[in-house]
Every structure is written in C-alpha cells, then in structure tokens.
C-alpha cells in the first residue's frame, strides 16, 4: 500500500524493474502546466512556472489570468458598462465577472 501522499493524482507512478528483477513502483511530481487564459484558454506568455506568486504573475490589470487581448476587450466592455451603452446581461458569461471587477473597483 503506498503512501497516503502518494495516493493523489499529482504523483505519477512509474514502474520499475531493478536489477535483482523485482518491480517496484517509483513516484514522481509531475511537471507544472502552463498557465492559460480564463477566457480564451489560450497560453499565457511570459509567465513562469517557478518562483513565488510575484515572480510568476505579472504587474497589469487581470496579470496571470487573463490574456492581453481578452484584457482589452473587458476594458472596452467596461467602461461601455459605465456609461450606460451596455447592460450587464449583454456580456457573455465568462466576460461577466471580469467586468464586474472592473467597474467595481
């Protein structure tokens, strides 16, 4: 039975035969995926995998969670929430929140 550590998905099992050809079974982490936008699902660059929280995100609005692209189109959304061209209900769903964020703050 192994560890209760390694009873989760984040270790991989690798297996193993050793030269006195008994198989044993090695844990290993696996790597870290590439952080990916909230939106748009695309791959977010410039951001590392290693570090601290600071190291990783960078320092502009939606930093680490949102895409450039999708961060200019929740600024657009926004300030036509604020100066009442759109509703809210108008916003896509996954764009809704961001918004909301946005003219809160």
Do not use: W
Not at 22 to 44: F, K
């Amino acid at each position: 039975m192994p560890k209760p550590m390694h009873r989760s998905t984040s270790f991989k099992e690798i297996h193993r035969i050793t030269k006195g050809k008994r198989h044993v079974v090695h844990y290993r982490r696996g790597a870290d995926s590439q952080p990916h936008c909230a939106i748009c699902r695309t791959e977010l660059h410039g951001i590392s995998t290693s570090g601290g929280k600071s190291r990783r995100t960078n320092n502009r609005l939606f930093g680490g969670v949102l895409c450039a692209n999708c961060t200019a189109e929740v600024v657009k959304l926004g300030s036509r929430v604020e100066q009442g061209d759109m509703k809210l209900t108008d916003i896509g769903i996954r764009q809704r929140s961001y918004v909301l964020q946005l003219v809160a703050h």
